[in-house]
T-cell receptor, first 115, second 114 residues
Framework: DTEVTQTPKHLVMGMTNKKSLKCEQH?????MYWYKQKAKKPPELMFV???????INESVPSRFSPECPNSSLLNLHLHALQPEDSALYLC??????????????FGDGTRLSIL | KQEVTQIPAALSVPEGENLVLNCSFTDSAIYNLQWFRQDPGKGLTSLLL?????REQTSGRLNASLDKSSGRSTLYIAASQPGDSATYLCAVDGRGGGADGLTFGKGTHLIIQP
């Protein structure tokens, strides 16, 4: 069982819809991450939050909007997505690097399909 | 920019064999290296983490080594079992400063034949 919980597990949406992906962890981690994984490709970093502040945005289009309302929650708001945005979206968390060398823990992901 | 390469891309072996998966990275200024397992349609399961100051880590039938100066890591799987069939991903945490993201290799797709 994963300690990082992502909801929903599957999401199908049209290009004009607005939806949100949710990620939750209760391990006391202060760093949280969003990755995008296309089929048969490795995960690619999208965003990093450190102590609830956005620290890295890997030039992600504005139709993806991250939010970290508190230290346990990470959201990814979706709007006007394109078919090529269909992918597995993975959330991860870790202790902030200043606390030592800690592994990233991943959730099971949300499989997103854009019609 | 950090680049991670994994060899081989795919591997199919009979049950019981010992095998080695290879990972190389271009920038040796890493914090740590992690090996993950990913089953089809699933998330990532962390197998081993090697800190930059360490040479190897072991967990059960798995042993990972790190040669930071040459930019290489290997994952050794002893006495392979059909349940080991999965994609194995190598990832490096290579930026300085605070919390950071991982750079992944493309993975090795492993099939263990019963």
């Amino acid at each position: 069982d994963t300690e990082v919980t992502q909801t929903p597990k599957h999401l199908v949406m049209g290009m004009t819809n607005k939806k949100s992906l949710k990620c939750e962890q209760h391990m006391g981690h202060r760093a949280m991450y969003w990755y995008k994984q296309k089929a048969k490709k490795p995960p690619e970093l999208m965003f990093v939050y450190s102590y609830e502040k956005l620290s890295i945005n890997e030039s992600v289009p504005s139709r993806f909007s991250p939010e970290c309302p508190n230290s346990s929650l990470l959201n990814l708001h979706l709007h006007a997505l394109q078919p090529e945005d269909s992918a597995l979206y993975l959330c991860a968390s870790s202790q902030d690097r200043d606390r030592g060398y800690q592994p990233q823990h991943f959730g099971d992901g949300t499989r997103l399909s854009i019609l | 920019k950090q680049e991670v390469t994994q060899i081989p891309a795919a591997l199919s072996v009979p049950e019981g064999e010992n095998l080695v998966l290879n990972c190389s990275f271009t920038d040796s200024a890493i914090y740590n290296l992690q090996w993950f397992r990913q089953d089809p349609g699933k998330g990532l399961t962390s197998l081993l983490l090697i800190q930059s100051s360490q040479r190897e880590q072991t967990s059960g039938r798995l042993n990972a080594s790190l040669d930071k100066s040459s930019g290489r890591s290997t994952l050794y799987i002893a006495a392979s079992q059909p349940g080991d069939s999965a994609t194995y991903l190598c990832a490096v945490d290579g930026r300085g400063g605070g919390a950071d993201g991982l750079t992944f290799g493309k993975g090795t797709h492993l099939i263990i034949q019963p």
